[in-house]
């Protein structure tokens, strides 16, 4: 439990790709919470975090890191030795969520959850024959959209599989499915608005998803109820089975049959006022504080299995 005067840390930036939208989550957050009146320092997280987190004398984490060493375990590691209650999701689910082929391998066979067909590519290995195209090229670790491509054809596989892994020694192929892009949050188990996604291009790359003017958002998603609450539930299941805490986001393709196919499951998604979760939490009646400040509240960590005072 979160008591009142506590002095939170805001831990932003980080040491990957995604740092430039990290320092842009925490600056947001950091903002929030100090209207609601918490006591917050923000906090530049590197190799030293430790010493940051001890001479601030944070007594609890939040967690606005985005990508490797912040939303896959590693923090949330760190945090559980150091007994900092953290936001979000623990160690296990944050790896796993972060995982693309892990999350998928996860929830293979859960009831109302459709995947899409895929195969890896490893770094040396050779590339598939039998690829039916358009194919997604994805780094297997990673987010923000960044190494994401659209194959046509194996030209383009191969420049696309070049660069992913250029980033991550391995390469998730997944079938190309026709149809609108749709995400769903869930805090605490809850599921929000869903929002209906449409790029200009028609594909929700890096560029479509932070160049002003390039993707229009709806929410509550002009789509089917049927086909909305089918989101809902499988946003849901994911959440659950895969252990997550806190606010999370997962990714759907809305096909023409009604499906919705699942992509990935962010654990630590964009929280800025104009991010997707906060736009979702707003269509339900909660402002952008009132969802930064329930993540705190909501913060966790493992009590030690050795009474203090003992070796």
């Not at 999701?89 to 693309?100: I, L």
Request: net charge negative; proline share 5%; glycine share 12%.
């Amino acid at each position: 439990m979160v008591e009142e005067g506590s002095r939170v840390g805001v831990l932003l930036g980080g040491l990957s790709t995604e740092r430039e939208i990290s320092l842009k989550t925490g600056a947001s957050v950091a903002a929030a919470l100090r209207r609601r009146g918490w006591d917050v320092e923000e906090i530049d997280v590197g190799r030293d975090l430790p010493a940051k987190l001890v001479a601030g004398d944070i007594d609890v984490a939040w967690i606005a890191l985005h990508g490797r060493f912040g939303e896959d375990g590693c923090v949330q590691g760190l945090l559980e030795v150091m007994g900092i209650p953290y936001t979000g999701s623990d160690v296990r689910s944050s790896a796993v969520a972060m995982d693309k082929l892990a999350t998928k391998r996860a929830l293979r066979g859960t009831p109302g959850v459709t995947l899409a067909k895929d195969v890896v590519v490893v770094r040396g290995g050779p590339l598939p024959h039998d690829v039916g195209f358009p194919v997604v090229v994805k780094p297997l670790v990673g987010g923000s959209t960044i190494g994401i491509s659209l194959a046509r054809d194996a030209t383009e596989l191969q420049t696309a599989v070049a660069a992913a892994l250029a980033l991550h020694p391995e390469v998730l192929l997944e079938q190309f499915v026709a149809g609108e892009e749709i995400t769903v949050s869930v805090i605490d188990g809850q599921a929000l608005p869903v929002v209906r996604i449409v790029p200009e291009s028609g594909f929700f790359d890096f560029e479509a998803k932070y160049t002003k003017g390039l993707t229009r958002y709806e929410v509550p998603a002009p789509i089917d109820a049927e086909a909305a609450g089918a989101a809902q539930r499988a946003a849901v299941a994911a959440y659950r089975l895969l252990g997550c805490g806190g606010l999370a986001r997962a990714d759907f393709i809305l096909g023409a049959d009604g499906v919705p196919v699942f992509l990935e499951i962010n654990t630590l998604p964009g929280m800025t006022e104009t991010s997707l979760a906060p736009m979702a939490a707003g269509a339900a009646g909660m402002s952008f504080e009132d969802l930064t400040e329930r993540i705190l509240l909501g913060a966790t960590c493992m009590p030690s299995e050795v009474q203090s005072g003992q070796s």
